[in-house]
């Protein structure tokens, strides 16, 4: 059985948020933030085993709460950003493509494929390091 933790919203919300144990709530998404290290790849497979996927985040915004919740914020982790191929363009897993006047990619020429995440910006990196990882999943609504 699996225990939740729940914030219930006001009144002109209506309803609890919840999350699973382990996870923190913000804006209606639940993150997790691993302690693991692993590929890209491998991480992506692990959040898509808990139902979830690496971090889309929707604004700078989120990026600077998870980098408050990051217990060390000059490591490095696995976000859901990568380049299928030399030339092309960066990809978020949404299929959406990386708008650079919403997030600022560092380093994006670089000879890395995927993205990361350090402190307040993302970073391209070799998707064969072992770095950490974000997942994120929609809470539940009551």
Same mark, same amino acid.
């Given at each position: 059985?699996?225990?939740?933790?729940?914030?219930?919203? $006001?009144?002109?919300? +209506? +309803?609890?948020?919840?999350?699973?144990? +382990?996870?923190?709530? /913000? &804006?209606?998404?639940?993150?997790?933030?691993?302690?693991?290290? $692993?590929?890209? @790849?491998?991480?992506?497979?692990?959040?898509? /085993?808990? @139902?979830?996927?690496?971090?889309?985040?929707? *604004?700078?915004?989120?990026? *600077?709460?998870?980098? @408050?919740?990051?217990?060390?914020?000059? &490591?490095?982790?696995?976000?859901?950003?990568? =380049?299928?191929?030399?030339?092309?363009?960066?990809?978020?897993? *949404? +299929?959406? &493509?990386? *708008?650079? $006047? &919403?997030?600022?990619?560092?380093?994006?020429?670089?000879?890395? !494929?995927?993205?990361?995440?350090?402190?307040?910006?993302?970073?391209?990196?070799?998707?064969?390091?072992?770095? !950490?990882?974000?997942? =994120?999943?929609? !809470?539940?609504?009551?």
């Amino acid at each position: 059985m699996a225990v939740c933790l729940s914030v219930c919203l $006001s009144a002109d919300g +209506g +309803g609890c948020e919840l999350c699973p144990v +382990g996870w923190t709530l /913000h &804006r209606r998404k639940c993150f997790w933030v691993t302690s693991k290290s $692993s590929s890209w @790849r491998e991480s992506r497979e692990n959040c898509s /085993h808990q @139902r979830a996927q690496l971090l889309v985040p929707e *604004d700078q915004g989120e990026l *600077d709460f998870l980098n @408050r919740v990051i217990q060390k914020p000059t &490591r490095y982790f696995w976000i859901g950003l990568s =380049q299928p191929s030399v030339g092309m363009a960066w990809t978020w897993l *949404d +299929g959406s &493509r990386l *708008d650079q $006047s &919403r997030f600022n990619l560092s380093t994006p020429n670089a000879s890395g !494929a995927c993205g990361a995440l350090r402190e307040d910006r993302i970073i391209s990196e070799t998707c064969g390091s072992a770095l !950490a990882w974000i997942c =994120q999943k929609e !809470a539940v609504l009551l």
